[in-house]
């Protein structure tokens, strides 16, 4: 693998998490620290042992400093393109019950929003053998927008790989205006990631099968459909292959849906088959379901060889 195997762009925000369940209103404890779509799977690649490179914009400020700290402490090459204008993006989360997150954004006009393709260094994108992408860049601004088809290009011309995940985030825009800009975006990547519901998003009137066929049509060669405690499912031209998912406790499923696609990623870079691809996404899923946060439980290889060597010792010596 080269230095950077994987490239990513998108904006990564400050987190602010209740410490306890129940209301903010209520809450006396908070922590501190970053979250973002992108970033969650760079860092889960790096823990995996695959090079890889995140880009994005933050603002000129704590914030912002904590941001590029904290990916690059995982290994990540980080591109932190310094805003001086805009605050880096704040999200909040909170617990209103053992069962339920709810999560509020503050990041209209953000630095990360500002992103654009000037800020794409030459031959960065190209350093890639794939690109990873999400849904939740193109609609954060036009500029964002531009720079994600910008970089779609440039890796189309430099023969690497895309990979897209839907990861639709109604809070940015309805699904009615969402759809064919993430349609537009799935249909020139390689593989697409998501949800059954996001598929549907991409194609309203069509069932999951369809929705797969179409986009290979379009020229994308794989789907691979996130079922959550029930594993995922891979739907290329020639098969259909199940992955069945692991039968743990859960904690907190928010970034489950990235480190699974870390582990897909890592795999599929490594040229496993379909079979341990699958098994290693669905376990990088489960393993982070286990920790409380977006990135922090993504795990190394050695925490994934306990894992799926059945290691529950709950005490380690």
Not at 74 to 79: E, F, I, S, Y
Not at 131 to 139: E, F, M
Not at 155 to 168: E, K, L, Q
Request: with cysteine; aromatic share 4%.
């Amino acid at each position: 693998m080269t230095a950077s195997s994987v490239v990513t762009l998108g904006e990564t925000m400050a987190l602010v998490r209740a410490v306890e369940i129940g209301s903010l209103r209520h809450a006396d404890a908070l922590t501190l620290g970053i979250g973002g779509a992108e970033s969650n799977v760079a860092i889960g690649l790096a823990r995996l042992g695959v090079g890889v490179s995140w880009l994005g914009r933050v603002g000129d400020d704590s914030l912002g400093e904590r941001v590029v700290r904290e990916i690059r402490g995982d290994g990540v090459d980080v591109r932190a393109v310094i805003d001086a204008d805009a605050p880096t993006g704040l999200m909040v989360k909170e617990r209103p019950s053992a069962a339920s997150t709810a999560v509020h954004y503050y990041r209209a006009g953000s630095a990360g929003s500002r992103l654009r393709p000037t800020d794409l260094p030459d031959g960065w994108v190209e350093s890639g053998v794939l690109l990873h992408l999400t849904g939740i860049t193109p609609l954060l601004s036009d500029t964002a927008h531009a720079a994600v088809r910008c970089a779609i290009d440039r890796a189309r011309d430099a023969g690497a790989s895309v990979s897209f995940d839907i990861n639709y985030r109604s809070a940015l825009a309805p699904a009615s205006v969402a759809g064919p800009v993430l349609r537009e975006i799935a249909e020139r990547a390689d593989v697409v990631f998501g949800g059954v519901e996001e598929f549907a998003i991409l194609y309203p009137d069509a069932t999951p099968a369809d929705a797969a066929g179409r986009l290979r049509d379009a020229g994308c060669a794989t789907a691979v459909f996130k079922l959550g405690p029930d594993g995922a499912s891979v739907v290329t031209a020639d098969s259909v292959t199940d992955g069945r998912g692991f039968s743990i406790d859960v904690v907190d499923t928010v970034g489950a849906g990235d480190a699974f696609v870390a582990g897909f990623l890592s795999a599929l870079v490594e040229g496993l088959g379909t079979d341990e691809i699958l098994r290693r996404a669905n376990a990088c899923g489960a393993i982070a379901c286990l920790v409380p946060g977006d990135w922090e439980a993504a795990p190394t290889r050695r925490d994934l060889e306990r894992f799926l060597a059945g290691d529950a010792d709950p005490v380690r010596r």
